[in-house]
């Protein structure tokens, strides 16, 4: 070719190219609704929540892409998105990183749709409905909620009760007689709770609090790990590794590690949203059979059953806020949330959906129901703020655990690092 | 040729470009998009790293320059000092073992023994396979319950009890060295072996007749020639090394404590609570080294050019 044409050609390719790239993306989402949902250990849970989402659009001559996003990445997803201008239209989030979103003015007030809904399906119950209009949203509603979930207690009762321990246990340091009583290393580590640095070792936190431990103060301004509550619950916990009740493995666990464990059938006891059973269910009947739930226990100051909730949000620089309210307004229908709770591991957030049948059919789907309409909402007897999610997000209280029976700390030294480490967060919030 | 034609005729106008300056310019203009591509996806962020270190951003905010306070807050973190010691601890045992590994499987690779496109072609298979499954896998088997190492030891008589690989302070950093090593060393393997081929054979002939044995031939004849991909191979892998994430992420998050924390970890754990200003201050705060030894390679490569 002719250099002075290969000169003439060229700027137009890169005009044409140009053009094409910069009208690509508009074309092709000019009539998509974007939606990342949340993906959950239920192969059918989440087949029937994309299917749902893509009627929607078929009724409504829109086209759907559903993204499912491990939730255990949804911080990561979403933060990449953020900065790169890539977020979708709705999105299924957690309470706290909804509260750390919209703190930074990312997601669309809904308080109109947050009624809305609510009138018609019977109303919200308490648990969600504190968790979403708590002070630190301002007055405004920045997520619907679509179900509550929480931990069960399981327990292996083939092995606890030819052991004398028929009846579930009250407090956490029966819990501790119990496994003492069925421990068999290597077969069986009675006390399978994660240590480690994920979402499941923050269940520490929540035994501190039982123990009368505080993360903060009243106003939730300071830290206040430093107290003998926590002493008393860091030595009941460190003896009961020191006594091998713990799994080897269980500092470094991932998301899955009690999972495995129990249905390895290598575990006394886990703390679990549910996702274990439905395994059971399908694979291991017989260990299914032999598996209670109840409860957490109480410790020496009270009892506390966290219960949080899953949110639907519309991040604020979506351009089709009202599809993707009527998106949720068409996720949140009786019919197919009873459908929809029959696989997943979820407890009710809306009246009209406590009478879902799973949560008579199933135990661990009666004890879920039983956390949406007891348990204690978020970081109670803690403020609810973003400082208490960073403190969570950053593992401080299994950390502190691991502090003294990985590194050998002394509880004292442990508690005064741990103590620091906090307070550097609330004071980032002042 | 009629007069009308002659009188038609106009001048041929210079040229605004003689041939070379066109040839530049079209140059230029083929390696444009490449240019740009490089200066988007790599030094836009490079450099939006470190600017975004020196403030307090929080993502989906603009934050505040706060000048060196991140970088000084991380200092007096234990996760930071603990990093800092298990990355040079990780990294000087992976590549010192991946040197020797390296260097004695490509000499015996070297040699005419039997089979040897086959266990040239096998040594290969660590590096192709995907790090995410390589260390899932070593995960497995590394596990207490149910591992197969606890397996073998426990059915040789060799412990008594499970030996808890990953999550025992002592063995941890250990085992998530071996692991990378397993997944790394194929390439040293493969660019030594390269390396050594290109060795004049007469060199080891003239050495042999001089007297030389095995030992001699490789201090005196192979390792001289290939001394320059050595630097370069361990300089490249230092680096792939010091930032690599899957190898302790998959097998022990850095964990137990902070024995395998490293900073890639430390960086991802930043993330988490959104606050990429300080996220961004851990990894940048070893662009230091990086850019030595990326000097460093650079400017063997230029010489050996």
């Known amino acids: ?430 | 040729m009629t007069q009308e034609a002659i009188a038609g005729f106009q001048p041929r106008r210079p040229a605004r470009f003689n041939f070379q300056q066109s040839e530049s310019i079209l140059g230029y203009l083929m390696v444009s998009p490449l240019v740009i591509c490089i200066l988007l996806l790599v030094v836009y962020p490079f450099i939006f790293a470190i600017q975004i270190s020196f403030t307090d951003r929080v993502v989906g905010s603009d934050g505040q320059f706060i000048g060196f306070t991140n970088y000084i807050n991380l200092t007096k973190k234990p996760d930071f000092q603990a990093s800092i010691r298990n990355t040079i601890v990780m990294v000087t045992a992976i590549q010192t073992i991946k040197l020797g590994l390296g260097l004695g499987l490509a000499t015996l690779l070297n040699q005419q023994i039997r089979g040897r496109q086959f266990w040239r072609g096998l040594i290969l298979l660590p590096w192709a396979m995907p790090a995410f499954v390589a260390f899932i896998t070593w995960k497995l088997l590394y596990a207490p319950q149910g591992g197969a190492f606890n397996y073998i030891l426990i059915n040789l008589g060799l412990v008594t009890t499970h030996v808890d690989f990953l999550s025992t302070k002592e063995l941890a950093m250990p085992s998530v060295i071996v692991a990378s090593v397993w997944r790394g060393f194929p390439f040293w393997v493969i660019s030594f072996l390269a390396a050594m081929q290109s060795v004049p054979r007469e060199l080891y002939e003239s050495a042999a007749l001089d007297g030389a044995n095995a030992w001699k031939r490789f201090l005196n004849v192979t390792l001289p020639g290939i001394r320059h991909v050595v630097l370069v191979v361990s300089l490249i892998s230092t680096i792939q090394t010091t930032n690599s994430f899957e190898a302790v992420w998959l097998l022990t998050g850095g964990g137990p404590s902070n024995a395998t924390m490293t900073f890639p970890v430390l960086a991802y754990y930043g993330l988490q609570s959104l606050r990429i200003g300080e996220a961004s201050a851990v990894s940048v705060s070893l662009l230091p080294v990086f850019a030595v030894l990326a000097l460093i390679v650079a400017v063997r490569l230029q010489k050996d050019d």
């Open chain 1, 1 to 430: 070719m002719n250099k002075s044409r290969v000169f003439k050609i060229l700027p137009l390719l890169t005009v044409l190219l140009a053009g094409v790239m910069s009208f690509a993306p508009a074309l092709a989402q000019d009539n998509t609704l974007v939606f990342w949902g949340g993906l959950i250990f239920s192969e059918s849970a989440n087949n029937a929540l994309v299917a749902r989402a893509q009627q929607w659009g078929e009724e409504n001559g829109v086209a759907v892409e559903v993204v499912m996003i491990n939730q255990n990445e949804t911080v990561q997803t979403v933060s990449a998105a953020i900065e790169a201008g890539t977020m979708p239209d709705v999105v299924d989030l957690g309470r706290d990183f909804m509260l750390l979103l919209s703190n930074q003015e990312q997601l669309v007030a809904l308080n109109d749709l947050y009624a809305e809904i609510g009138e018609a399906h019977g109303g919200w119950l308490e648990s969600a409905n504190s968790l979403v209009t708590s002070d630190d949203f301002g007055g405004n509603v920045y997520g619907i909620p679509y179900a509550t979930n929480g931990n069960v207690l399981f327990r292996r009762n083939d092995l606890l009760e030819p052991a004398g321990f028929p009846d579930a246990p009250e407090t956490w340091e029966q819990l501790g007689e119990m496994a003492r009583a069925i421990n068999d290393p290597p077969n069986v580590y009675s006390m399978s709770f994660a240590l480690s640095n994920v979402g499941d070792g923050n269940l520490t936190t929540t035994m501190l609090q039982s123990w009368g431990g505080r993360i903060a103060n009243d106003e939730g301004t300071d830290c206040t790990i430093d107290s003998e509550e926590t002493r008393a619950f860091l030595t009941w916990i460190t003896t009961a590794y020191a006594d091998g009740l713990f799994p080897p493995g269980a500092t470094t666990w991932d998301g899955a590690g009690d999972n495995t464990a129990y249905q390895s059938g290598q575990a006394g006891f886990i703390a679990n949203p549910g996702s274990v059973r439905n395994y059971l269910v399908e694979n291991d009947p017989e260990l299914a059979d032999a598996t209670l739930y109840s409860a957490l226990p109480a410790g020496p100051a009270m009892r506390i059953s966290p219960v949080s909730t899953v949110v639907r949000s519309i991040p604020a620089t979506s351009q089709k806020q009202e599809w993707a309210a009527e998106l949720i307004k068409y996720l949140a229908d009786d019919d197919f949330t009873a459908e929809y709770y029959s696989t997943a591991i979820y407890g009710p957030a809306l009246q009209n959906h406590v009478e879902a049948p799973i949560f008579s059919e199933s135990a661990v789907h009666a004890g879920l129901l039983d956390l949406a309409l007891n348990g204690t909402p978020g970081a109670f007897p803690d403020v609810t703020n973003a400082a208490f999610a960073e403190y969570q997000t950053n593992f401080l209280t299994p950390r502190m655990v691991q502090r003294i029976v990985v590194d050998g700390l002394s509880i004292d030294d442990a508690v005064a690092e741990t103590q620091a480490a906090c307070q550097d967060i609330y004071d980032k919030y002042k």
